[in-house]
């Protein structure tokens, strides 16, 4: 079972930058794909980025050359996923999620950060 802790979010003005981090913890059998998810009210979630076995990244159209996400081993088995945010807009401001899914295609979740673009 993986547990996995969110960190990052706040209050930034249009055009900085936060970085958001996802700190698993727990024993885990193979993670390969990692994603981070944002949801505002009234509308479904939404993907933002992911990062699978490998490196292969991919990014939602409105994020693409702001963005960045990575990783890097956990203690243990798992994985610790970043999302370094920049050129922040308004429209970015939402609740932030990591999630995490292995090889027995068990999925986890992260706690929601949030994250408000406003001057």
């Known amino acids: 079972q993986v547990q996995l802790v969110v960190s990052g979010g706040g209050l930034v003005q249009p055009g900085g930058s936060l970085r958001l981090s996802c700190v698993a913890s727990g024993s885990v059998f193979g993670i390969y794909f990692m994603g981070w998810y944002r949801q505002v009210p009234g509308k479904q979630h939404e993907l933002v980025a992911s990062?699978?076995?490998?490196?292969?990244?991919?990014?939602?159209e409105d994020v693409q050359g702001r963005f960045i996400i990575s990783e890097d081993n956990a203690q243990g088995n798992g994985k610790n996923t970043y999302l370094q945010m920049n050129s922040l807009r308004a429209e970015d401001t939402a609740v932030y999620y990591c999630?995490?899914?292995?090889?027995?295609?068990?999925?986890?979740w992260g706690q929601g950060t949030q994250v408000t673009v406003s001057s």
């Open positions: 999630h995490e899914r292995d090889l027995l295609e068990s999925n986890y």
């Open positions: 990062i699978s076995n490998g490196g292969r990244t991919n990014y939602a």
